[in-house]
């Protein structure tokens, strides 16, 4: 007898575990592009494919010391490395922070999912936006958490529901994550509100986790608050990289900054270096790239600019949305993305993945739904607005003419 007599599955681990980003409507491009046809990609913070180069001098450093760079390092990180995040953490006002608290990650999903991992036990809860960036999700339930969601306001720059957030607290919640500047909606929280989110966490001793990806990503002279200078009565596990403010998401490194009531969480700091150590260490080559990026040039302070690349498209990505009818949009004050809305009354739609699939198959435009962000109705979409000028008209134009076929009339 050969082959299994059983089909094998998946583990249950995996219900309820997932990333719509690459999901069915990414494998149905791939299967248009294999066919000949061409996708514009609207789908994904990417920014290489779409001419962003990174800074030369982070690719100089990486070639520089490749020779020296083909052995494992420290499990926590190269040491010129984790001092540049070090001196980084104390320009954002992070205070009392040391290099053995900063552990490096290929990228900070790596390091997400090592937070969630050594800290929850089955059944604990994590306060998590809505909508939120997805792999927070799919990793509190990966770790045998329950992701409760938070919803955030449109109406007041999508900023969070404070009472929402109230409302969702219960005896096994443990931790309160804020994504800010925020994916997918590009929301920018001020010091108030921060401290407000505080002054919750406080009352019920949560951790906070605070995902820092786009801080330099602004638009409008807008400011970026880190949450962990703010207080050192919490315990603080602060993320961010080189994906986005220094266009390098294929080098595959972010980090993580420990910070706050430290003294309150020895156990579980060492859950965090114990999984740092199992995985041995970081890609080491990119954490070559860091010290550079975090010391050098600001190039991307051009980017967003008014005049700017990354301004130029956002401005006009988010005019050409707000004007198709049906559709409004809060313009991001951060990030790359725009999350449109489309009124129900002129697109009544039950299922925004099946929106998402339509739109690509007759329009060879692909987007993200908006239930993927663990947004509860599907009443939004996101488009990224990385391409250029070009392709971003023609795209948009593309979701305005067949929005406009199927509007209700």
């Known amino acids: 007898m050969s082959g299994y007599p059983f089909r094998i599955g998946k583990s249950d681990k995996l219900k309820g575990v997932c990333y719509d980003i690459r999901g069915p409507v990414l494998r149905e491009a791939h299967r248009l ?4 046809h061409r996708v514009i990609k609207l789908n ?6 779409f001419s962003f180069e990174a800074p030369e001098e982070l690719l100089q450093d990486v070639i520089h010391n490749l020779p020296d760079a083909t052995g494992y390092c420290h499990s926590k990180g190269l040491f010129p490395a984790r001092k540049a995040v070090m001196q980084y953490s104390q320009t954002k006002g992070i205070q009392d922070v040391s290099v053995d608290d900063i552990i490096i990650g290929n990228g900070v999903s790596e390091l997400i999912v090592m937070a969630m991992q050594a800290l929850l036990n089955n059944g604990d809860e ?5 909508p939120d960036y997805p792999l927070w999700t799919a990793a509190v339930r990966l770790s045998g958490g329950n992701p409760v969601h938070y919803l955030c306001d449109e109406k007041q720059d999508w900023h969070p529901a404070l009472d929402d957030l109230r409302s969702k607290i219960t005896d096994r919640t443990r931790a309160l994550v804020i994504i800010n500047p925020n994916n997918p909606t590009g929301a920018n929280y001020d010091r108030a509100l921060l401290e407000d989110m505080l002054r919750i966490a406080r009352e019920h001793n949560l951790i906070v986790f605070a995902d820092e990806i786009y801080d330099k990503i602004l638009y409008d002279e807008e400011k970026h608050t880190s949450i962990a200078s703010l207080a050192d009565d919490l315990l603080f596990i602060t993320f961010n990289g080189l994906s986005k403010n220094y266009r390098a998401a294929g080098f595959r490194s972010g980090w993580m900054i420990i910070s706050g009531a ?4 020895e156990s579980y700091i060492e859950g965090l270096e114990m999984l740092a150590s199992m995985r041995l260490c970081a890609n080491v080559p990119s954490q070559n790239a860091i ?6 040039y600001q190039s991307i302070d051009d980017l967003v600019a008014p005049g700017g690349r990354l301004c130029r498209q956002r401005d006009i990505a988010w005019e050409m949305l707000s004007a198709i009818p049906g559709v409004s949009c809060v313009k991001p004050k951060s990030a790359l993305y725009l999350f449109p809305r489309l009124d129900p009354k002129v697109f009544p739609f039950q299922d925004d993945e099946a929106f998402a699939l339509d739109l690509l198959r007759e329009e060879h435009v692909l987007i ?15 488009v990224v607005f990385l391409p250029r000028v070009d392709d971003l008209e023609d795209s948009i134009g593309r979701i305005a003419r067949y929005l406009d076929r199927i509007r209700k009339k």
Do not use: S, Y
Not at 126 to 130: E, I, R, T, W
Not at 369 to 381: L, S, Y
């Open 33 to 36: 592009e294999d066919e000949g």
């Open 368 to 382: 993200v739904q908006g239930t993927a962000f663990n947004w509860p109705d599907p009443d939004h979409f996101r």
């Open 262 to 265: 430290k003294h309150l969480a």
């Open 291 to 296: 010290q550079a990026a975090l010391g050098g």
């Open 126 to 130: 994590v306060l998590l936006p809505a």
């Open 44 to 49: 994904i913070g990417n920014p290489a494919p």
